[in-house]
């Protein structure tokens, strides 16, 4: 039987992305895509880059292609998906100081 929690089967999907600013119609549809994909339960890990983390990898392909079907007509968006296991490895600093890990509780799926 498949552990159903497994750091390996748990995946983290990373969209970044760069779009224009500079009128005030490009400032619309990047606050536009912006807003949607929170709106899919995405949340800022940086400006510019949002995380959301889903229980299989099956679960992060519905959200990616949901994240494809709202691609603003020009700009760069990066889509990754990266497993819970290479999400926990990463290292995360302000300025030299590194983060402190907090241990988060595992997130349980209701039916």
């Known amino acids: 039987m498949t552990n159903r929690f497994s750091e390996y089967r748990i995946m983290w999907i990373i969209v970044f992305f760069d779009l224009p600013t500079e009128t005030k119609k490009e400032r619309k549809v990047a606050a536009d895509f912006r807003k949607k994909i929170m709106a899919d339960g995405f949340t800022m890990f940086q400006f510019s ?63």
Do not use: W
């Open 49 to 111: 880059i949002y995380l959301r983390h889903c229980p299989s990898k099956e679960n992060a392909m519905v959200h990616i292609k949901r994240v494809k079907t709202i691609l603003p007509d020009i700009g760069k968006v990066g889509i990754m998906c990266i497993t819970d296991k290479q999400f926990g490895d990463m290292e995360v600093f302000y300025g030299k100081k590194a983060d402190i890990k907090q241990v988060e509780p595992q997130q349980l799926e209701l039916f």
